[in-house]
């Protein structure tokens, strides 16, 4: 009788919830910076993660809004580590920085799990106690390029002006930023593998935000408004930003002539818009990154031709995984069914290409 109480005991001491969660694991605070909450994608990562943080009662989150300030940022890991967190999660505003994020945490002896903006393998493989949660940047990139290539090659009248050249417009993330320079490189370098011929008629750093998107777009629209076959976007955000001073200049009004700002979800085009025109100016494809639910409602609709999807809910689930585990001073993986990419120190989310056939 005492054997078996003392392994029904250890059975409890063990997996409880999701295979992750151990019932006689401690209270723990893990603190987060966001780089800034009014970014969509961020948005849905942060609200996955606190519905998972609400499911239990011996975890307690601290939160910052960083506002896209690494200065700030800084200050507030200070603050989180002060204030005797367990372990840190990282969404770092300027990736070349990250090397401090994670210098202050190993001298603060936390573990930290940086998340969702890419940087160097080297700023935190030197220190045990650090990790990565993300997709694979070039990832997104390559996806991206092959749906434009794929959509270019399906009709000949994307070219616009005959030129038998795809003539594109880019709109990139912030300067320097991993994630963006990846996606800006290698979407282009697939479209160019497909064998098409390119031509860059304008590139913006529009830094993930529609409205600095909006005033490029309205610009390239000035100055080009016959010859761009293309907009690449290097996130959702962008694309519709572009998407609404398309409209404005009568593009991309899909079938039921909705805007991007929502709408009816079933009048569209069915086949990310029509290469000969939808409206009163036609139809000028245009492509984006995350997978947001305002992005896939615009290509439902016809209005934009595709994302490239990152999962928000998997995302936060990895990074709150990670960081229980990491709080509770296991290894980061223990219970769980991730991996470790090559380097050994990333968990890696995949990416999946959004069109409508």
Known sequence: MRKAVIFIMLVLSVFAVDGTVFA??????????????????ITSVRMAFERLVAGYDNVEALTFNSQNDQALQFE????????????????IVDTQCAHI?????????LPI????????????????????VGSMALEAGIIQGEMIADLWLSDPAYDRNGNGVLDYVMLSGDENNLEATLRTIHSVKTVEEAG????????VIASWDADKAYDAMKGWLATDIDNI????????????????????????????????????????????????????GGFIPVFGV?????????????????????DQQAMGEAMFKL????????????????????SGLAVRIPYQAFVVE
């Open 76 to 91: 507030q890991i200070d603050q989180l580590i002060a204030a005797d967190v367990d372990v840190l999660l990282v969404n």
């Open 290 to 310: 995350d997978g947001t639910e305002e992005a896939l409602d615009l290509v439902s609709r016809g209005i934009m031709s595709g994302s490239v999807t990152q």
């Open 229 to 280: 076959d293309v907009v690449f976007a290097n996130n959702d955000s962008m694309a519709a930003g572009a998407i609404v001073a398309l409209q404005e200049e009568g593009f991309n009004l899909g079938q039921d002539g909705g805007s991007a700002d929502g709408g009816s979800a079933d009048g569209g085009s069915a086949d990310g818009g029509s290469a000969d025109g939808d409206g009163a």
């Open 323 to 342: 960081a229980y585990n990491a709080g509770q001073g296991r290894e980061f993986l223990d219970g769980t069914d991730y991996s470790y990419d090559e």
């Open 101 to 109: 994020a994670v210098g202050k945490a190993e001298a603060a002896g």
């Open 24 to 41: 006689a694991d401690k209270d723990i605070k893990i603190g987060v910076v966001y780089y800034k909450f009014d970014d969509v994608y």
């Open 113 to 132: 799990i940086l998340f969702n903006r890419e940087s160097e393998l080297a700023s935190y493989s030197d220190y045990e106690g650090a990790r990565y």
């Open 196 to 203: 098409i011929e390119v031509a860059e008629l304008g590139s």
